[in-house]
């Protein structure tokens, strides 16, 4: 079957549980999902009905596709997300993506837990995306392109929208939230980075390493999406200096520490939308 074909059947199959049209996309990372909670007149559906979808495997992620209101607009939030260490493909991580774009969303919100690389960040920081380096090893658009779907050979200069950056940073310091602004490399994984990897990441120019986002915001710009936001929660320090042990269950703590300050951004990132 053709991915369009695929796109479509998902998105007619969401059609029938909700006649809501979604403007903004929301990507809710590892230990940052209470948001799709608080939406109102919420649908929520399990991924593993929607057709074609894959199902989230890891802790931390609760597998939903939740369509409701927040801050004056429908949202569709992915209550977890799909990661290339899970064993999927790069089209198969990045379908939800493709569907939220065919049922019609303008602006996507993608966020995740990272390392800091950054010497001047702390663990809670809520670090705004200016810039993201791919080092995952793959790429969603490899194969042959679809035309309906999107270009042959997208841009991705400046994909992270600098007014939405501005905006973010600015609301941040309203709410008193600790935001810092910076690049954000991504890895496959599963494993943690050793110290070399991090220090050489570094020198590349990242600020917070991850394993995930870049897939979405790359299939994101390729199916045309106005503006993109991306928010990186600082859930452990990783710059390859010291003894920097680190495991799954403190960074989904860390986040879950962070997450006033974080749903307080995304509703008023929403509003101003």
């Not at 992620?61 to 977890?80: F, P, R, S, T, W």
């Amino acid at each position: 079957m053709e991915l369009n074909d695929k796109i479509q059947q998902a998105a007619d199959f969401i059609r029938t549980k909700t006649q809501a049209k979604p403007q903004v996309a929301l990507v809710l990372g590892s230990g940052l999902g209470k948001f799709a909670d608080e939406l109102k007149n919420a649908v929520a559906i399990p991924f593993e009905q929607i057709p074609h979808f894959p199902v989230s495997t890891v802790k931390g992620h609760a597998g939903k596709l939740v369509i409701g209101e927040a801050g004056g607009k429908i949202v569709v939030a992915m209550q977890g997300r799909f990661h290339y260490y899970e064993g999927y493909s790069m089209q198969e991580i990045t379908f939800p993506m493709r569907v939220m774009l065919t049922l019609g969303v303008q602006d996507l919100i993608i966020t995740n837990a990272s390392g800091g690389l950054n010497r001047n960040y702390k663990v809670g920081d809520l670090m705004i995306m200016t810039d993201h380096i791919n080092f995952m090893g793959g790429n969603p658009l490899i194969g042959r392109n679809d035309d309906r779907v999107g270009p042959r050979f997208p841009p991705m200069q400046g994909v992270y929208t600098r007014e939405l950056v501005d905006e973010a940073m600015k609301i941040g310091r309203e709410i008193g939230a600790p935001v810092e602004r910076g690049v954000y490399v991504a890895v496959s994984g599963p494993n943690y980075e050793t110290a070399a990897e991090l220090r050489a990441f570094r020198v590349m120019g990242a600020d917070a390493v991850g394993m995930s986002t870049v897939p979405e915001v790359i299939v994101a710009v390729h199916g045309g999406i106005k503006r993109i936001l991306g928010i990186s929660c600082i859930t452990d320090m990783a710059t390859g200096e010291s003894h920097e042990n680190v495991n799954h269950e403190e960074v989904i703590a860390a986040a879950a520490s962070a997450q006033p300050y974080f749903l307080k951004l995304i509703q008023r990132m929403l509003e101003r939308l």
